[in-house]
């Protein structure tokens, strides 16, 4: 039965991140349109206008292309990008405060929090009239991910201990976090053209309401004192300074800097150097999200046979993210310009799919057992790049170059990969004497250890 509870939290996990990467890219092809229309302008840019938007944070990535719409009016595109950048930057304030929150009340209460945020936000799109109330729920969809997104991943750690389970478990978040990203702007696209702009919000509600029932069905809050017998977690100001997690927590960031700040920029980049239409710009992202799922599913599998080469693993796709960044200036057609974001995406996978549990791993060896704060910091590291990314990247284009942010962003990472030597003795760390090495070691004395025995048992 323990067994079963835990496949099923996963699958809860799975999709509250599958709807919240749904939700932060849904309105990739709406939001140009829509703030059209408030201004009166709603027959000047039909549904199929451009887009803009950026990836998702706490690991929350993008696979497909933020278009800002032609300039109006100055005034529009600062508009578009702080209301796609709100999310994140919410986001990165509240996750020091979710993750302290998570490792004091448990994971399933937060986690059930955050999809109740996240309900009353999608709710908010579907009913907004103005650009105020737009802001306001994209602000809130970024308080509702802080707790969902770090309370779902810590809760698969901590239900999923051991390896190979624990990567094989996160390989299959990362994969939803993908697939929602890949799926939202076609579903938001195709309901807002043929049922209205409505439709796909509530769409959206109605499956993260059931997701929230399926969570209280499964663990109801105060059902079990489990929490009250939990160990005391790490303060997440102890865990920054730990060199092994900084480690982690900065090639988490610079890994996704490429896809954060080629998000907003490509597509006029690829207007103004080979003529792409409006198609091609639609479909650039689109194959990418194929070597992004075998980049997991290579990861996780490697890292069953060689788990000591987990350090390896992220380090080869810091490079390989590097050098396909480098070579986007060099593309001169659709097809050619493909194959560096193929590349990009497949690096990054390799290295998300090794670090997340190693950050996991190095709770477990060097501080107590509890989660919540270790995965808010990897949060906060996809946070900083998407908080940005709408922002800064246009200027930085404008004021240096395309091809300039590339070299730029392509020589961090290559520069950032050797730094992973640093994890390269993690996996012969001894374990701390924490929860799990009582349980292992001396047998269950509480409430909380017996539980967790029985959990290994089954």
Not at 59 to 75: E, K, M, V, W
Not at 119 to 146: D, K
Not at 317 to 322: D, Y
Request: proline share 7%; net charge neutral.
């Amino acid at each position: 039965e323990a067994r079963r509870q835990r496949r099923l939290l996963l699958v809860v996990v799975c999709v509250a991140l599958l709807l919240d990467n749904m939700l932060y890219m849904v309105i990739v092809p709406i939001i140009p349109d829509y703030i059209a229309a408030m201004r009166g302008g709603g027959d000047a840019a039909g549904p199929s206008a451009p887009a803009g938007g950026n990836g998702s944070g706490g690991g929350n990535r993008s696979l497909l292309p933020a278009r800002y719409p032609p300039a109006t009016g100055g005034n529009e595109d600062v508009q578009i990008g702080v209301l796609f950048a709100s999310k994140a930057m919410l986001q990165l304030l509240v996750n020091p405060l979710s993750g302290t929150l998570i490792d004091r009340v448990g994971y399933e209460v937060p986690l059930l929090a955050g999809l109740g945020v996240m309900f009353l936000s999608t709710a908010t799109f579907a009913f907004a009239e103005n650009y105020a109330t737009l802001f306001a729920a994209r602000s809130l969809q970024g308080l509702g991910s802080a707790f969902a997104d770090t309370a779902g991943i810590a809760l698969i750690a901590d239900r999923y201990a051991e390896e190979p389970a624990r990567s094989r478990a996160l390989g299959t978040a990362l994969a939803c976090i993908s697939f929602g990203s890949l799926a939202a702007p076609p579903f938001g696209g195709v309901l807002y053209e043929f049922a209205g702009k409505r439709v796909p919000f509530l769409v959206l509600a109605c499956v993260c309401l059931l997701d929230g029932l399926l969570l209280l069905a499964l663990a109801p809050p105060g059902a079990t004192g489990a929490r009250a017998n939990m160990p005391v977690g790490t303060p997440i100001h102890r865990l920054m300074i730990d060199p092994y997690i900084a480690v982690v927590a900065g090639a988490l960031a610079t890994c996704n800097i490429p896809l954060a700040f080629l998000e907003p920029t490509i597509a006029n980049w690829m207007k103004d150097s080979m003529g792409a239409s409006e198609w091609e710009v639609g479909l650039t992202w689109l194959p990418a999200f194929f070597p992004h799922v075998l980049g997991v599913y290579v990861t996780v599998r490697l890292a069953a046979a060689y788990p000591h080469l987990q350090w390896f693993y992220g380090a080869l796709g810091m490079a390989i993210i590097g050098a396909s960044s480098c070579l986007v200036p060099a593309c001169r057609n659709f097809g050619q310009v493909i194959i560096p974001l193929c590349g990009i995406c497949f690096g990054i996978a390799l290295v998300d799919t090794a670090l997340l549990p190693t950050l996991a791993f190095l709770v477990d060896v060097r501080h107590v057992s509890v989660y919540g704060s270790v995965y808010a910091i990897a949060d906060i590291s996809y946070s900083v790049a998407y908080a940005l990314g709408p922002i800064v990247a246009g200027q930085i284009v404008h004021t240096m170059g395309f091809a300039q942010l590339n070299l730029g962003m392509g020589l961090a990472n290559v520069l950032y990969a050797p730094v992973l030597l640093f994890l390269k003795n993690v996996c012969q760390m001894k374990p701390s004497h924490s929860e799990r090495n009582i349980l292992l070691e001396e047998g269950p004395k509480g409430l909380y250890d017996t539980i967790k025995m029985e959990e290994r048992k089954g």
